[in-house]
């Protein structure tokens, strides 16, 4: 039976290629700023988020993305004050985020087993057709700004101190990447769950870094790859009958490890032609390139 038979893959393919292109979208000023993690700690509290959806009996979705939102602006007022270090804020996030949210989840009725484990590790296959209304409305939110912001939140993300000299409101930047990186986490729990959301911002561009070059082609990269490990993902998951956020993610843990094989080759071949290149008595031709202009393209 085909893929495109049953309309309730054809909403998790519409889902995951949406999430596919936005994650790795913002999660490049992520990498960028050195805080690849933070999407695991936002994914925490965003379950918290669910837990007061489920106990209210309101969208889940809606009250993650507000939840979440509230916690990365915390976090990111936390690190610019410095009041306490990194790795101890992003902690708090990530112990009282799922403690509130397993514990609120578990208050909110009998069938909370099933609804933990969903938002746990996604279940892109059951979204409905709101759900995915609001996945692509989101998606199509923080695309517009990843990409419309761009020169501004790259500058915010590489050097605060030039970009705050050169007139940029950077406080205001980094709190829109925050509640960007919020709104990320929480539709994209429903394709590869909150503890699996953060590789999917990540693993893409820490791809498409080894073989691009600039932020405008990394970024473009990055997600390329992303709608292609999304929706490989999902033919592959209803091919092969496996966890669809989990497939998502090793096929693009998978792409990594290629590329990186790849590079290493290239890199290794091109090393032994100079070398034979350097050796006494090789011809050598009437415009040699420099060395160092051999070591920069690698």
Do not use: C, K
């Amino acid at each position: 039976m085909s893929i495109f038979a049953n309309e309730f893959m054809i909403r998790a393919l519409i889902g995951a290629v949406v999430i596919g292109l936005t994650a790795p979208a913002l999660g490049i000023y992520l990498v960028q700023r050195r805080m690849s993690l933070i999407g695991d700690g936002v994914g925490h509290v965003a379950l918290t988020g669910v837990g007061v959806g489920l106990l209210l009996d309101r969208s889940p979705v809606l009250t993650a993305v507000i939840v979440s939102a509230i916690g990365a602006i915390a976090i990111e007022l936390i690190r610019e004050r410095g009041r306490t270090s990194g790795d101890v804020a992003l902690a708090l996030l990530f112990y009282g985020g799922i403690a509130g949210g397993v514990m609120l989840v578990g208050l909110s009725g009998s069938r909370s087993n099933a609804n933990l484990m969903t938002y746990l590790f996604g279940s892109l296959a059951t979204t409905s057709r709101s759900d995915l209304i609001v996945i692509v409305v989101l998606g199509a939110v923080v695309l517009g700004l990843a990409l419309g912001l761009r020169p501004a939140l790259f500058a915010a993300s590489h050097d605060e101190e030039y970009a705050r000299v050169s007139g940029l409101p950077v406080r205001a930047l980094n709190l829109l990447v925050a509640v960007l990186t919020a709104v990320t986490v929480t539709i994209s729990m429903r394709a590869v769950g909150l503890l699996l959301v953060s590789a999917l911002m990540v693993v893409p561009v820490a791809t498409a870094q080894q073989v691009a070059r600039g932020f405008v082609a990394t970024m473009g990269l990055a997600m390329v790859l992303g709608v292609a490990a999304a929706g490989s993902g999902v033919w592959l998951a209803w091919e092969i009958d496996t966890a669809l956020g989990a497939t998502i993610v090793v096929l693009a843990i998978a792409g990594f490890l290629v590329v990186a094989v790849a590079v290493a080759v290239v890199r290794a071949v091109r090393r032994r032609a100079a070398l034979r290149a350097s050796r006494p008595g090789h011809a050598v031709s009437a415009d040699p390139e420099p060395h160092e202009v051999v070591l920069d393209r690698r």
